[in-house]
């Protein structure tokens, strides 16, 4: 079975030409350089808010590693409890055509690190992994797509290790998205720690946004749990541990870069907002 893209033509194009031309325009600034990194971390909003963020970061990611065979996937939203899941189905549609499931890999690693398994048809859809979906389909044709559900809590960085080294194993040319957005300020999220106004954006934009992306920049992964759990600055933490463990365990190392930070406040200023952060690692 192949997952739906049920969000395509409401969080983004829903055709394969308007998909390209999303993808290409929000690319359109992006400062690529190639180098030793091995995974990103990028949002997952609507691409009319958070489209940007992801479309200036995955350049960087194709022009290092343009001939990835495996591109994992560490995503949906979840808590300190978990599911940890990967997802063993044949695969995922996205308006660019489909993502294929690496299954006897993806049922290795369930096994090895006892793993549920994420369904093909959710209780409801995830735009945490399909809003990444059609940029990894256009930036890496070629690759299979595995994709992990980690809880935000230390778990992520033992699974995310453990499959950064069990790719390497298995010879593959692999490349690791951890999908995160960072915080949730507002009425509409029920946190308001700032009060209002030009006082609230400055706060989430160089303070709590701020300390999270510190600890990815500063190769702090556990921090990046711990902040994120206590200061509600990010929404999946565990996906951006998972995922820089996984790129640590696969090279040895990580050299983060951020790429673009923002809120969606200024893409359309409102009293709730939530920010966006483009990381490759």
């Known amino acids: 079975m192949y997952r739906a893209a049920y969000l395509a033509g409401q969080w983004y194009p829903a055709s394969e030409s308007a998909c390209i031309n999303a993808i290409e325009g929000h690319a359109r600034d992006a400062q690529s350089e190639q180098g030793p990194w091995r995974g990103l971390i990028g949002p997952h909003a609507g691409w009319s808010f958070s489209g940007d963020a992801a479309g200036r970061t995955y ?43 690496p299954m006897e890999f993806a049922r290795q690693i369930a096994l090895e690190l006892r793993l549920g398994e994420e369904p093909a048809e959710p209780a409801r859809p995830d735009n945490a992994v399909e809003l990444h979906l059609p940029f990894v389909r256009h930036y890496f044709p070629a690759a299979e797509m595995l994709m992990i559900g980690v809880a935000a809590a230390r778990v992520a960085i033992e699974i995310g290790t453990h499959v950064g080294e069990m790719c390497k194993a298995a010879g593959r040319d692999a490349v690791f998205v951890g999908s995160t957005d960072l915080t949730h300020y507002g009425p509409n999220y029920g946190f308001e720690p700032a009060g209002s106004g030009d006082d609230a954006v400055d706060w989430v934009r160089h303070e709590n946004d701020r300390g999270f992306i510190d600890a990815v920049l500063e190769k702090r992964i556990e921090a990046t749990i711990t902040h994120a759990n206590e200061h509600n600055s990010a929404c999946c933490a565990g996906a951006v541990a998972a995922t820089m463990a996984a790129v640590n365990a696969f090279s040895g190392s990580m050299e983060p870069q951020l790429v673009d930070h923002y809120l969606s406040f200024d893409v359309r200023p409102d009293a709730s907002f939530v920010g966006y952060a483009g990381i490759v690692l």
């Open 59 to 101: 350049p960087w990611l194709a022009r290092s590693h343009l001939d990835a065979d495996l591109v994992v996937v560490f995503g949906s939203h979840r808590g300190p409890s978990g599911p940890n899941t990967v997802f063993v189905e044949e695969g995922w549609t996205t308006p660019l055509g489909k993502l294929q499931t």
